[in-house]
């Protein structure tokens, strides 16, 4: 499999009274096509904001991000932001649904947005998902862990060349956590998503290819099976 993604010298740093805070330094990696991977470490290490910067939402002080041949970073805001809806999806820690849309509306947002919703797959994920009987109800209304089940097929349904996911089996139980990572994996091997996964959890990153884990601003890669 050839990389979709290519980071290069990647570095990111804030800057807070006076004092310089270093996220990362220097980081290069590859995500090959179709692949999936888990990116692990410390709270603090930097995983949602490496996110954030492969996603072109947050800049980063020196480095390259390609993404599908495309320099993320050399385009303006309006082509990332096409980019985003096109070929990415992300899932948030806070979830970010439309509070003045009902569940199956959320689902089917962005999808829907890139005319690309699949009815088939949007019921077969809202079978595996478990949200049924939630369709006609609105974020305020369902519990956290159902709204992130929510973002997680808003995501899926779109059928991104890329999917970064933020923490997305946080809020849930054991069995749900099963089933997300079932939709990941149908994800993956029928419509060829490459996959990354921030993740604190061991059983999670096990289930992936491959483990990038962040450490003292430097990122290490590794097989995992």
């Known amino acids: 499999m050839s990389p979709l993604v290519k980071v290069e010298n990647l570095s990111k740093?804030?800057?807070?009274?006076?004092?310089?805070?270093?996220?990362?330094?220097?980081?290069?990696?590859t995500l090959e096509a179709q692949s999936s991977t888990a990116l692990i470490g410390e709270s603090g290490s930097g995983k949602t904001t490496?996110?954030?910067?492969?996603a072109g939402l947050e800049p980063p002080n020196s480095g390259m991000v390609i993404i599908d041949g495309i320099k993320i970073w050399n385009s303006k805001e309006s082509m990332r932001a096409i980019f985003r809806l096109e070929k990415m999806a992300i899932i948030f820690q806070q979830y970010n649904l439309i509070p003045s849309l009902n569940v199956l509306s959320n689902i089917t947002l962005q999808a829907r947005l890139i005319n690309a919703l699949d009815?088939?797959?949007?019921?077969?994920?809202?079978?595996?998902?478990?949200?049924?009987?939630?369709?006609?109800?609105?974020p305020e209304e369902i519990s956290g862990g159902q709204q992130q089940r929510v973002a997680i097929a808003r995501a899926i349904l779109a059928k991104p060349k890329i999917l970064l996911a933020?923490?997305?089996?946080?809020?849930?139980?054991?069995?749900?956590?099963?089933?997300?990572?079932?939709?990941?994996?149908?994800?993956?091997?029928?419509?060829?998503?490459?996959?990354?996964?921030?993740?604190?959890?061991k059983s999670v990153a096990k289930k992936l290819d491959t483990k990038l884990q962040i450490e003292s601003g430097k990122a290490t890669k590794t097989v995992i099976r």
Not at 13 to 29: K, L, M, R
Not at 50 to 54: A, S, T
Not at 119 to 138: N, P, V
């Open 50 to 54: 490496l996110i954030h910067v492969l």
């Open 13 to 29: 740093f804030f800057e807070s009274s006076g004092e310089i805070f270093q996220v990362f330094d220097q980081v290069n990696f």
């Open 119 to 138: 009815e088939a797959f949007q019921y077969e994920l809202i079978s595996l998902l478990g949200l049924e009987k939630l369709l006609m109800k609105y």
């Open 166 to 201: 933020d923490e997305p089996t946080g809020n849930l139980d054991n069995e749900n956590t099963r089933k997300v990572l079932e939709a990941f994996e149908i994800l993956s091997a029928r419509y060829k998503t490459t996959i990354l996964v921030a993740t604190h959890s």
